[in-house]
């Protein structure tokens, strides 16, 4: 198969790559290389240092032994895609060319703006453009499972639900409410996925995935294919933050109760996972929708378990809740629905706790590249 991956120099997307190209198939990417830039401006940057989109090219025909073509451009340019989708004909393109930070979303008004408008207009340019051009192409798009917010019903996985309204059964999306303008810039996504998907005959796969964590895959097999790794306050997942807040002895920092639950995903296991969803497509003009996660867990269980693998290192960790940022529910209901990815035979080989023993031993060597970045670990984005 050939994939054209936009966001191909992100953590997920450049991990993706490696897994299709490993899998025998053929990958393109375009990334216009904002999250380098937007990591710099809240002054951080990868724990891994990265290299260029050139040398990432050669480096995966060195260990590799395979092309891989990287086009440095924005998503947003419908012309640039249309050039590229014309050009290499994929049968499956993968949408994760997006701002991709709750927290850098809520910073002011510009940086609210900036996450909508890109959003929303990557999304809208590919649907042209695949509608325009061929409509058979199957578009994964990822999405959050934050579009759902944290509702008091278990959330399925279907893009409609039943609902009684004004004493009839009708049928409506499935409700969602987001936490940030960046979880509004996806609902809004899955919006017009839907609209257009129907006027033009769309084949989608809409990923509703949880919060992803680690340092490796199978490919990542030096540091000449490591994939970036994102830990501050505005780019970094909670794990990820953990663990490197675990290495520079500082406090794991759970915000408010922590008692968010959220599912969360290895970064093996969701490469995975899109490979399968990818090689296994929904019928033509199917609109599908997949809750992708493994675990779940709250943000204090997930300390603990930070703690005691930080421990069994020789790390001296202790938690300490701070003040929550954002605006959200601290204890909730949660049970989303999983049932396609099983059905395709999607087993997790990850968990939560041996992998972030491999994190933090990944992590260790970087220590001192670490420390130079201590500043931009706690919370400074108030939602409020």
Request: net charge negative; with cysteine.
């Amino acid at each position: 198969m050939k994939a054209l991956i936009l966001g191909i120099d992100g953590y997920i997307g450049w991990a993706l790559a490696l897994r299709l190209l490993s899998k025998g198939h053929e990958v393109a990417g375009i990334d216009n290389l904002s999250t380098r830039r937007f990591s710099a401006e809240v002054g951080s940057d990868s724990a891994f240092p990265l290299p260029s989109p050139k040398e990432r090219v050669e480096a995966v025909k060195r260990k590799l032994g395979t092309d891989l073509k990287f086009v440095v451009g924005d998503a947003k340019d419908k012309a640039l895609l249309e050039e590229t989708i014309r050009e290499f004909k994929p049968d499956v393109v993968v949408h994760f060319a997006e701002q991709r930070s709750a927290p850098y979303s809520m910073k002011d008004y510009e940086h609210a703006w900036y996450t909508l408008e890109n959003n929303l207009k990557s999304t809208l340019a590919l649907l042209y453009a695949v509608s325009e051009i061929d409509p058979s192409i199957h578009i994964l798009k990822m999405g959050t499972m934050g579009e759902y917010g944290t509702p008091n019903f278990d959330i399925p996985e279907s893009a409609f639900v039943k609902a009684l309204i004004e004493g009839k059964e009708d049928v409506i999306p499935t409700p969602k409410w987001g936490g940030s303008y960046y979880h509004w810039s996806k609902i809004f996504d899955t919006f017009l996925i839907l609209f257009k998907g129907k006027l033009s005959g769309l084949t989608v796969t809409d990923i509703m995935q949880g919060p992803v964590y680690g340092t490796r895959t199978e490919e990542i097999i030096d540091e000449e294919l490591r994939t970036r790794f994102d830990f501050d306050e505005t780019w970094g997942t909670v794990i990820n933050r953990y663990c490197v807040e675990a290495i520079l002895g500082l406090p794991l920092t759970p915000y408010g109760k922590g008692k968010q639950t959220r599912g969360f995903i290895s970064l093996e296991d969701s490469v995975e996972a899109m490979r399968l969803l990818i090689e296994n497509p929904p019928k033509e003009g199917e609109y599908r929708v997949v809750n992708q996660f493994a675990e779940v867990y709250n943000v204090t269980q997930l300390a603990e378990i930070v703690r005691d693998a930080s421990k069994e290192l020789g790390l001296k960790v202790e938690i300490k809740n701070v003040k929550n940022p954002r605006v959200e529910a601290e204890e909730h209901y949660y049970n989303p629905e999983v049932k396609v990815l099983p059905s395709l035979g999607f087993r997790p080989k990850k968990n939560i706790r041996d992998e972030t023993k491999t994190m933090i031993m990944d992590l260790l060597p970087y220590k001192e590249r670490l420390e130079r970045f201590k500043h931009v670990i706690m919370p400074k984005t108030i939602w409020k």
